[in-house]
């Protein structure tokens, strides 16, 4: 599955963070996730059904994907019905695409999901932003007491999801996930970065990812009690050095374009637009 990702990154918004994504809770459940395999059992295409994120998380070989784009919504819509009235279920799924990606836009509209970015008061698309790796990260002063490091490994999930839940507002992040992050084969605990309070707490976090010579950041967080403090920026910088002395030439990041704090702060790490996301949205009434 990362295999595919990877050889067509160019096609895919989802690559560089897929070990983060792909170890969340939505796989517990091997329902949510489903192959298209050629005769020779090759890997044409995937989708999973991600929960935590009421995201459907799509991988296809490009020459295949105008045919086979409709058959893998077919079966997310599928799955979202049969799921629609559990516990974990959703009454509404997303589907993220890049702006210029017509082919999965025919596919998705025809499909039933609609563009959500001009649909008013809760209009939502995103940008997909990059930054030269050689590009110099500033300093900034951390606060007195507090401490910028790598997570103490698995003794430390526990407190890492419990900043994450704070800093969400939700309690999609688990401590399962989290660990699952940790055995991953793409996983390095050296871009795994926390910054932690003069007493001992989990203030804010920036967790990067690499592979080859490109990085993501993703996911990059700070508790409201600390923010007066411009933690999340020390820990963004943090992980964008850790990043570059790993040999990364280009690192992305992928946010929404109406957070305006986010994106300042994206921009002023010297991040540009590269391409606009779009989000369609398609909506599951109960049978």
């Not at 991600?50 to 070989?61: G, N």
């Not at 979202?80 to 998705?108: E, K, M, R, S």
């Not at 990260?137 to 704070?166: C, N």
């Not at 050296?190 to 967790?207: E, F, K, Q, S, W």
Request: charged letters at 20%.
């Amino acid at each position: 599955m990362l295999a595919l990702a990877r050889q067509y990154a160019s096609e895919h918004l989802r690559v560089l963070d897929l070990p983060y994504r792909l170890s969340s809770w939505a796989l517990d459940d091997p329902e949510n996730a489903h192959l298209w395999l050629a005769p020779d059992g090759s890997l044409l295409g995937w989708a999973v059904l991600q929960y935590p994120f009421w995201t459907i998380d799509i991988t296809c070989h490009p020459d295949r994907a105008p045919a086979l784009y409709g058959e893998i919504l077919a079966w997310a819509d599928g799955r979202a019905l049969q799921a629609a009235n559990t516990p974990t279920g959703h009454p509404t799924w997303y589907v993220n695409v890049f702006a210029d990606q017509a082919y999965i836009i025919h596919a998705l509209e025809a499909a039933g999901f609609a563009n959500q970015v001009d649909v008013g008061e809760d209009s939502w698309s995103k940008v997909f932003m990059r930054r030269p790796g050689e590009l110099p990260v500033k300093d900034y002063r951390i606060p007195p007491g507090f401490t910028v490091r790598p997570l103490a490994g698995e003794a430390e999930v526990e407190a890492y999801v419990a900043l994450h839940q704070a800093v969400f507002d939700t309690k999609n992040m688990t401590v399962p996930w989290r660990s699952r992050t940790l055995q991953h084969p793409g996983y390095r605990p050296d871009l795994d970065v926390v910054v932690a309070a003069p007493d001992g707490r989990l203030a804010a976090y920036c967790i990067t990812w690499l592979h080859e010579n490109k990085g993501q950041v993703e996911p990059l967080g700070c508790h409201a009690d600390y923010r007066r403090y411009a933690l999340g920026r020390i820990a963004l910088a943090e992980g964008l050095r850790r990043l570059q002395a790993a040999g990364a030439e280009q690192i992305y990041v992928e946010t929404d374009n109406y957070r305006d704090t986010a994106m300042k702060l994206y921009e002023h790490m010297g991040f540009e637009i590269i391409r606009n996301v779009w989000v369609y949205r398609k909506d599951y009434a109960s049978e």
